[in-house]
């Protein structure tokens, strides 16, 4: 005999679970770093988030695969049937998260090549409630906790307010001076890409409670 | 005995489907109509783009219950198997353009309100390709055809260089003359969401290349 174990399915699914939390992890530092990347006006930082996206898209290429392996050897029923395939839609979410967040770092960039046109709040505190969106959802994935996933699709209100009040903002700039509206064209990109994210991590969420209660409450929350 | 008969694995594959390209339809239907509703000016058309979003949600969750019933029922292996995933990963392109065709008929509703800018030449265009983008990519799902797979991905770049050229257009507007801003900026809002439309054709695309070769090619075309 070898001394090959054959992995367990229970090891298997929490193995699952761990790879979408690390990828969970990367796209939320991706968050992170391409608003410091705006604020720090660090276009090295902005060059790095770039390159991650690569990183993000591997992600998801093995947990796709590591999901069709799952269902083809272990064919799932029931809750675990719900969990796998919810796994092979989040990955989808979190692959164009990573996404937005080099076209935001491309912006960045862009942006740090002119002078600064404001200083920035909203648009940092935004980045902050959609990174823990996407960190509450995904937990709210792993534990199979419906309450927090409801909690999720409520805070999405709270970012789009905030984008709603940016973009006010700078349509004024726009207005006043002309010279302002490349700037704040693509500041108003930023802060739209942020507020899709958050739809992402709202997705994200509706998805759980239809893993969770085994029924669809997509497209019927407030 | 009684007369009801159960429908063989492959009716139900072909139904399953048959249910995707209905769903596709009707969102080619919605991209056709939002751009109809802003050239027109007609702003009953666009109220019915925007109440038609809870139909395209419907049809998504059906689709998922299916796709979750046919692995449960029949637990499908290889081509089957990557087959009804994918259908899974589909729906969610699918709404997602749905959601954005109800927020572009939003946006003519509200430019409807206003003296028309200019006249609309490239926008239709865009969406005369974004709307065969999809439809290729659908047919090219069902038949499992890579080929016009591969060229859905190719002719993304036209649909990204037409966005380009109406973001610069629209700049030139705003810049001439601050009064034209809050329409510029709608405009604008609709050619990108265009864009983005053609990006989920794209990814559909991809993953049917992925489907058909068994290996990924995503993340890796020009």
Redesign the interface.
Known sequence: MSGHLVASYDAELKDLKQHVLTMGGLVEKMITDAIKALVDRDTELAEKIIAMD?EV?GH??AI??K??EL??LR?P??RD??FI?LA??IV?DLERIGDKCANMAKRARQLNQEPPLKPYVDIPRMAHWVEQMIKEALDAFVRGDAELAIKVCKDDQMVDDLNQQVQREL?TY??ED?AT??RA?RL?YISKSLERIADHAT?IAEMVIFMVKGK?I??TLP
């Open positions: 690569h898209n998801e290429v796709d695969e999901c069709l269902l083809a064919q029923t029931g049937l719900r395939t092979l839609k989808t349509y726009m207005l002309p509206i490349s064209m108003t997705n669809d997509r497209h």
